[in-house]
């Protein structure tokens, strides 16, 4: 005698209790079914089949009662077995066909074979040869809104098929088909039961069930007939071939491990995750707005702020970073500022820690060129000028230290000057200009600084002896800052200090000077963009929160719409954590399409920037960075909905709306 495939004893269901009003749906149902037999279910409609059928295919669980499958009792399985079990031991097959309504013919009879881990090209060919059989070779591609009812019902068996389907259950697998197209389906379930299937097949129409081996009455939640107690013969007529339950029972216990299966699933779960985005574009692109928003300003303005440091540090690097500057200033607000003399700079010049001092004395004064006017920072200053600031001339040359001796009236203009004041002369040198109407012989033009530093304004000058612009312009002896070049770059801080001591020496101790370098004004600068960052940073960081709620919403309406889809891939055999997968897939999915968007609007407005002559630098950290926190609120805000989708039960997701 062998071991019944299924067995159940006692079964009961029940809704309700509670608060609702109980209701004993099936009330002990007793049933054996062996391998090979063919059976119809038939009762009147309400009478408790479906929900017979949906215990038997383990998509539901009795409310009491034993259910034996291949001799082990299924409620000892956890969720993860049962899902193998529907995989690999049944087919269903749906009144309503349950099709995926996104998917192709070809792709929903593949689904149950992902799930089971079949190599994609295996997948394909044995998807491919089930639909040829079952003649629908030219409707692989089709969706199921574009097949008809019993070419529907068809996909739905090559998908029952798909994994083996040794148990094919069918819940009025004709009920929604015209009898022409119903009388094909079941001539295909008959072949099925010929070659060995077990098919038990759920009707209300007798004639239906008249095709059966064996006939199973069923009225309220009770069996009121079983022809096979009529005729106990028939229920071994198995067909050869036919699968043996010890034969299940063997796989089962060989382990409910779909091996290789992830691959499968994720190619699945992007593939399907990109035609939800693409068929809802519209709402999707809305969703994304904050996630695209907040990567785009997190890249756009770190972008800039690392420019913009960038620009600085190049404008005061320009000038050397070993100058240290020196001026006077007020040692309190009541008192004028301290004056720096000529003789300090001398005094200054004789410190090991100098290498070069130069006196500066200047102001922006009007220039004029012809009747061209012009207004320009004119400074003078010593013949140290081209070396102390790493600035040559490439024009002319520069004046002599004679010149400065004779407060000679020469000039040395800057490309700025050059190009607005004198653009229409072939060559500057030995033109006059007036500075405060007093003439002024152009002998050199300096090199191009902002095309280095970025900043043109540095070219917008003219330097003159030091002399001369004391006599003839400003009137005053005592230079307004002195720019003293260190000795070694790397000591710039002793010289500064060394500096220091002389000059409250020499001013009675009076701290009425100022001594500063470029050195620590670019520390001093960074230190600001950093703040800036870090406040650019929090902003971005809050439009990725609200993206990723953005995310979890779409994702919980996604898990609300397609409940019907989750319950259908759980019935062909997906397991909690493949739901799971599938849904967070998903999220991140959206995240990094809103990610790669907001990059590549970073881009384009880093573009636009450039264009309009703002510094940008764009970092491949903060790219990555940006598109990693992306990522990160897909996991984050995708988890809940893929958890709630996970763990909805299969029969509520399948009879969903
Ligand atoms: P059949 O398939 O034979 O038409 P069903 O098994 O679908 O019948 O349903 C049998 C009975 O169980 C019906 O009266 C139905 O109202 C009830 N029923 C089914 N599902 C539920 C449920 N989730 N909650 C409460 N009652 C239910
Ligand atoms: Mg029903």
Redesign the pocket.
């Known amino acids: 005698m062998h071991t019944p495939l299924i067995e159940l004893s006692a079964i009961r269901k029940s809704?309700?209790g509670g608060d609702a009003p109980e209701?004993h749906?099936l009330r002990g149902i007793d049933l054996s079914i062996h391998a090979g037999e063919f059976v119809a279910i038939v009762?009147?409609?309400?009478?408790?089949?479906?929900?017979?059928m949906n215990i038997l295919g383990c998509l539901d669980r009795p409310t009491s009662g034993e259910y034996r499958f291949a001799g082990d009792n299924v409620a000892t399985l956890d969720s993860d077995e049962l899902a193998w079990l529907r995989r690999e031991a049944f087919g269903f097959v749906f009144q309503g066909y349950h099709l995926i309504p996104a998917g192709s013919a070809q792709e929903n009879v593949e689904m149950p074979a992902i799930y089971a881990g079949l190599p994609a090209a295996e997948r394909h060919a044995r998807a491919a040869a089930l639909l040829d059989r079952l003649g629908l070779a030219s409707r692989r591609g089709n969706r199921p809104h574009q097949l008809s009812g019993g070419q529907q019902q068809r996909v739905s068996i090559a998908r029952a098929l798909m994994n083996g389907g040794h148990i094919i259950l069918a819940?009025e697998p004709t009920g929604a088909l015209d009898s022409h197209s119903g009388a094909e389906v079941m001539s295909l379930l008959d072949e099925l039961a010929s070659q060995g299937h077990v098919v038990i097949l759920?009707t209300h129409d007798r004639e239906v069930a008249a095709r059966a081996k064996r006939i199973i009455e069923i009225r309220d939640g009770l069996i009121i007939s079983d022809s096979a107690e009529d005729n106990p013969s028939a229920q071994h007529s198995a067909a050869p071939g036919a699968l043996q339950a010890v034969d299940l029972r063997k796989r089962l216990t060989q382990g409910a491990e779909a091996t290789g299966a992830w691959k499968g699933e994720l190619v699945d779960a992007v593939h399907a995750a990109w035609r939800v985005m693409w068929v809802n574009k519209f709402r999707t692109a809305l969703t994304l707005l904050g996630i695209i928003i907040g990567v785009a300003s997190v890249v756009v303005m770190l972008a800039v702020g690392e420019g913009s440091k960038r620009q600085v540090m190049a404008q005061m690097g320009a000038f050397g970073s070993n100058i240290i500057y020196l001026s006077g200033s007020a040692p309190n607000p009541r008192t004028p500022p301290g004056i720096v003399t000529l003789d300090d700079v001398a005094a200054i010049a004789s410190l090991p820690q100098v290498k070069q001092i130069m006196p500066v004395i200047g102001q922006e004064a009007g220039v004029r060129f012809g009747n061209l006017d012009h207004l320009s920072y004119v400074g003078g200053n010593d013949t140290h000028f081209p070396s102390i600031f790493n600035w040559p001339v490439v024009e002319g040359s520069y004046f002599t230290r004679a010149d400065e001796q004779n407060a000679a009236a020469v000039a040395v203009i800057g490309h700025k000057v050059r190009t607005k004041l004198l653009k229409d002369v072939a060559n500057p040198i030995g033109q006059y200009i007036l500075i405060e109407n007093v003439p002024f012989q152009v002998v050199g033009v300096l090199a191009e600084k902002g095309a280095s530093s970025g900043d043109s304004d540095s070219d917008d000058r003219i330097a003159i002896p030091y002399s001369a612009a004391s006599v003839r312009l400003f009137g005053t002896h005592n230079p307004e800052y002195v720019a003293i070049a260190a000795a070694d770059a790397r000591k710039v801080k002793e010289a500064e200090q060394a500096i220091e001591q002389l000059l409250l020496r020499l001013h009675n101790g009076k701290q009425d000077f100022e001594l500063t370098n470029n050195a620590a004004m670019i520390q001093a600068e960074a230190r600001t963009q950093n703040t800036l960052s870090l406040m650019l940073g929090s902003i971005a960081a809050i439009s990725l929160l609200v993206g990723g709620i953005g995310v979890m919403n779409i994702m919980l309406m996604t898990v609300r719409e397609r409940t019907r889809e989750i319950g259908i891939r759980m019935a062909t055999g997906a397991r909690q954590r493949d739901i799971l997968r599938q849904f967070l897939t998903e999220a991140v999915m959206l995240s990094v399409v809103g990610g790669l968007t907001g990059i590549a609007l970073a881009l384009i407005v880093g573009g636009v920037l450039i264009l309009s002559e703002v510094a940008v630098a764009f970092s491949l950290f903060a790219v990555l960075g940006a598109f990693g926190c992306a990522l990160v609120t897909g996991v984050v805000f995708g988890f809940m909905p893929a958890r709630k989708a996970a763990r909805l039960d299969p029969v509520t997701a399948l009879t969903s709306e």
């Open positions: 809704y309700g209701v749906v009762g009147a409609s309400g009478s408790g089949k479906s929900t017979l819940d759920i």
